[in-house]
């Protein structure tokens, strides 16, 4: 870490997963064919109007109380005027003078919280598609709500920004506004970033726009706080302007410099009235709200499960869910190790975690929990179970014989291991001398006249009752 | 005058004339008036086609007032699959997608659509003189000029080449015209009549509105076209029906002579309507003067909004979807450039720049901020006003149609002289202009009747006694 203090704020852009677009009835569903998804008001036909999505804005009230903004009483739209080919009302209806959601913030691990300044609603613009030496449009995106959560320059390293974001799509996906996904282009951030020794004013900014993944944003900050402090420390200044990260080269490269910044001439909206939002129906939307992720996490952690179990089962929405339901009635320590073990090992990769598309419900599991802490099965048994039904679906019932059910009478389990006792005078004679492995001869008798269904922590519990006696 | 709508209505009903034989007949009147310029198209086919299905309506037994009454349609309100290139060569080829909701709902009594009407290129003007298509001509007299900026509409009308027409008024667009052409023009309350469809020019201004021959025409095309729009959220249920409750009864309604008004007013026009405010009295109402402080301020506050708006609205003509695209280009910012520097005529594009330039950083809260205020208290003013009477009667124009050609040549003049008109859509009150006389030279002379907000069937009956009572001839058109 160089002498300079890293000072970091962002605005991300998240994609509100609802059906209709923000002021039309048109689909938001992503992969059409090309202007599939359009009309006279997403292509911005002379007199067409706005109207906008009450759900955009219920999702976008979530997003404010998830939080911890206020929620403002009265918000309007502005237009943000510019002229991009994407663009086909040459401006574009955002929030400017009265957002949402004003203030709140996102707390990291380390209780640091770092502040948001606003969240705003906004519409999504078009995509410009390049083939054969010409461009065409697809203004399917066009309309696609979104908000745009603008943090304060609270940030002060790459593993908080890091962090930062993660814990947006953390709580975005759990209140269920938004996949979130970066690589589709659901969330993307642009990065205001500036360096300055401790105790002097703030440096220059430069604002890196654009980024659609974790990875490339961590490149990309590491790479423009080292530009920054070589600039300073030769004597040079930071210029003020907007940077795009290069894949390629792994550097950022000037894009416009504030000279050429453009004046939005942002005003208010005419087409749409004033939005006026009640105390009761934020309060509403607060009582509809799903649990947060931190609280999710204080809520396992309280039945006695491990921080970093915790947090695995909170990562993924469904399976947060899945678990929570588990728990109600199951054993919260087994349900952990089944869903993080076979469960998941089940899954490859994240996107799969985050589906969570398992064929039995959570009551099915807790059957099988109970099965086993009822002692009616082993762990072993369990675990077969569990794989028969993570392929096939259905009841643990429908995998059991009666055969496997028997190996748990307790009584005939005990009797076995006098049995064992009995049969095997060397081994208990070793094993009372003080080799411990000699057990294993007993516990394989036992496991072996049970064909492997007894439990086989509680048969060598009991071999080593008897055993003491 | 006597209503032509509830005239064709009854002969339509009682089978003596077709709706087709009624088409045919103003086709034939809108092809011999070309002279004046009012339709900028017609489709005669079209409009048969729907006379057809009117008759077809009317034999269902399911008639309305405006089944089977050929209309003209400013060329700025959408009609799905017919040009509709506001009078601007950047739209030309444009053809909707969609029609205007006031064109669903016509559409849907049975109105015969004839074509588009002349207008100012995008409905910046006041003498209908600034379109692709050439100046509108007055048919009371072809030295001067319709008005604007629906002058086609209103020259229609005046000529019945069109028995109503659909226009629009920014910031007098409906009642000037008509005043010029000795029509009746309403502009409803902001909010009474759905925009969906009409291109915009500044949108917290403009409104459709109807021009007709008669106050009576004028409540029945106004019945059919308001009420609130779920694809207008500017829209409003607050509106009520007028014509079933004109009765021509003004006893003690209470009409202000906002003194204000009448400043700067040729004194031809000024003594004409200060003359009708005896006739109200003789039907029984009770004038008052009054004062309507902020009034001068309403112009300029007016073009600042106007033109803030019409910035950002005609950023979308680009080339890019529709309309017209220049054909000398190397890249998409050359051609969107070079698209609006063809496309756009000269009083659009001083318009547009006059709206970046208040809308800009730094200038933002000097111009557009401060009209915004003034534009409160002018509606402040309105609303004290009308605590004490019921209506406002009023110039609506200082003078009686221009010459032709003289618009160009004193625009700043030309602004000013909205000054009686704009005010009205500051506040987004309903306003009528109706014919109140004529000047020496034969020029049709308006008066200007304007209500609270939603008070169009106050101000229409004020309208429909006083046209009774006044019985004011039309000029017959040659």
Redesign the interface.
């Known amino acids: 870490m160089s002498k300079y203090l890293f000072v970091a704020g962002l605005e991300t852009h998240v994609e509100l997963q609802t059906d209709s677009k923000i002021f039309c009835g048109c689909s938001t569903k992503f992969g059409a064919e090309p202007n599939t998804h359009t009309c006279?008001v997403c292509?911005?036909?002379?007199?067409?109007?706005?109207?906008?999505n009450k759900k955009v804005l219920c999702y976008a009230i979530r997003a404010g109380l998830a939080t911890h903004g206020k929620i403002s009483s009265v918000t309007t739209m502005d237009?943000k005027?510019y002229?991009y080919?994407d663009l086909?009302?040459?401006?574009q209806i955002s929030q400017f003078e009265n957002p949402v959601s004003v203030g709140g913030y996102v707390e990291l691990d380390s209780g640091k919280r770092i502040r948001l300044n606003h969240i705003h609603m906004e519409e999504d613009a078009g995509k410009l598609v390049h083939e054969g030496g010409y461009?065409y449009?697809d203004y399917n995106r066009g309309g696609v709500p979104l908000i745009e959560i603008v943090s304060e320059p609270d940030i002060a390293s790459v593993e908080e920004a890091r962090e930062y974001v993660e814990k947006l799509q953390l709580i975005m996906r759990h209140i269920g506004v938004s996949d979130c996904k970066m690589q589709e282009g659901s969330m993307r951030c642009d990065v205001n970033i500036s360096v300055h020794l401790p105790g002097t004013p703030f440096g220059t900014r430069t604002e890196i726009k654009n980024m659609n993944s974790l990875s490339f944003m961590e490149k990309a900050l590491s790479y423009e706080y080292s530009r920054q402090c070589d600039l300073l420390d030769s004597g040079e200044k930071v210029v003020q302007e907007t940077r795009r990260y290069n894949e390629g080269t792994q550097t950022t490269e000037s894009m416009r410099s504030k000279e050429d910044a453009q004046?939005y001439?942002?005003?208010p909206e005419?087409?749409?009235?004033a939005i006026h939002v009640s105390d009761e129906f934020i309060e509403k939307i607060r009582q509809e709200m799903p649990v947060l992720p931190g609280e999710l996490k204080r809520s396992f952690l309280a039945k006695g499960i491990t921080e970093v179990e915790a947090d695995r089962l909170v990562q993924y929405k469904r399976v947060a869910d899945f678990y929570s339901e588990c728990i109600e009635k199951a054993d919260a320590k087994i349900a952990a190790n089944l869903i993080l073990g076979e469960i998941f090992r089940s899954m490859q990769t994240e996107e799969e975690k985050e589906l969570f598309e398992i064929k039995f419900g959570a009551d099915a599991l807790i059957e099988l929990i109970l099965l086993r802490s009822e002692g009616k099965i082993n762990s072993g048994i369990q675990k077969r179970v569990l794989q028969e039904m993570l392929l096939s679906g259905g009841r643990p019932s429908d995998y059991l014989t009666k055969d496997d059910l028997s190996s748990v009478d307790d009584s005939a389990v005990e009797g076995l291991c006098r049995e064992a006792v009995s049969a095997n005078e060397r081994a208990v004679k070793d094993y009372l001398g003080g080799k411990e492995q000699a057990l294993k001869a007993l516990l394989g008798y036992v496991m072996k006249a049970t064909r492997g269904k007894a439990d086989s922590a509680a048969v060598e519990a009991k071999l080593k009752e008897l055993l003491k006696k | 005058m006597q209503s032509k709508i509830l005239k064709y209505a009854s002969l339509l009903k009682e089978k003596k004339i077709s709706a087709v034989e009624l088409t045919k007949e103003y086709l034939k009147k809108a092809d011999a008036n070309r002279r004046f310029n009012a339709f900028v198209s017609v489709d005669g086919e079209r409009a048969l086609k729907y006379a057809d299905l009117a008759d077809k309506q009317i034999a269902a037994g399911k008639q309305t007032l405006l089944t089977g009454i050929p209309f003209g349609i400013k060329a700025?309100?959408?009609e799905k699959g017919v040009e509709?290139d506001?009078c601007s060569k950047i739209?030309k080829g444009?053809r909707?997608?969609?029609d205007?909701t006031v064109i669903e709902k016509l559409s849907a009594a049975g109105a015969v659509p004839l074509g588009k009407n002349n207008m100012d290129e995008f409905a910046m003007g006041s003498s209908t003189e600034t379109g692709c298509h050439g100046a509108a001509l007055n048919p009371v007299n072809t030295d001067y000029v319709t008005g604007g900026s629906s002058g086609g509409a209103a020259a229609a009308v005046a000529a019945d080449m069109a028995v109503y027409a659909l226009g629009s008024d920014t910031g007098g667009s409906v009642r000037q015209p008509a005043s010029f052409c000795g029509v009746v023009g309403l502009k409803p309350t902001y909010g009474s009549v759905s925009?969906?469809?009409?291109?915009?020019y500044?949108?917290?201004l403009d409104q459709i509105g109807p021009l007709t021959s008669s106050v009576a025409d004028a409540a029945i095309v106004y019945d059919a076209i308001r009420g609130a729009d779920?694809?207008?959220?500017?829209s409003s249920p607050l509106s009520s029906a007028a014509f079933e409750r004109m009765d021509g009864d003004v006893k003690n309604l209470k009409i202000g002579f906002p003194k204000e008004y009448f400043e700067g007013i040729k004194p031809e026009v000024s003594d004409t309507l200060k003359a009708q405010f005896a006739l109200f009295e003789k039907l029984g109402a009770r004038i008052e003067e009054i004062s309507v402080p902020w009034l001068k301020y309403a112009l300029p506050a007016y073009y600042i909004i106007a033109c803030?708006?019409a910035?950002?609205n005609l950023?979308?003509y680009?080339g890019?979807?529709?309309g017209y695209r220049s054909t000398d280009y190397d890249d998409?910012n050359e051609m969107?450039m070079k698209t609006r520097s063809e496309g756009f005529g000269k009083e659009v594009k001083r318009r547009i720049m006059l709206g970046?330039y208040v809308?800009?950083?730094g200038y933002?809260d000097a111009y557009?901020k401060k009209a915004l205020r003034v534009r409160e208290q002018v509606s402040e003013a309105f609303r004290d006003a009308f605590e004490k009477v019921d209506v406002l009667l009023t110039p609506v124009a200082p003078t009686t149609a221009f010459p032709l050609n003289y618009t160009s040549e004193n625009m700043i003049e030309t602004y000013m002289s909205d000054f009686c008109t704009v005010p009205v859509n500051i506040a987004g009150l309903p306003a009528i202009s109706v014919p109140a006389g004529y000047d020496g030279k034969g020029l049709p002379i308006g008066m200007q009747l304007i209500g609270a907000k939603f008070s169009e069937p106050t101000i229409l009956n004020a309208a429909y006694a006083f046209e009774r009572a006044a019985a004011i001839p039309a000029k017959e058109v040659k």
Do not use: W
């Open positions: 006279p292509t911005g036909e002379p007199g067409s109007l706005p109207v906008i237009r005027n002229v080919p086909p009302k040459a401006y461009t449009v004046d001439r942002y005003f005419p087409d749409i009235l | 700025n309100i959408a509709t506001c739209l444009y909707p997608t969609y205007a925009r969906y469809g009409l291109i915009a500044g949108s917290s779920k694809r207008d959220q500017t803030a708006e910035s950002s950023g979308r680009d890019i979807r529709y998409v969107i970046t809308l800009s950083a933002f557009y």
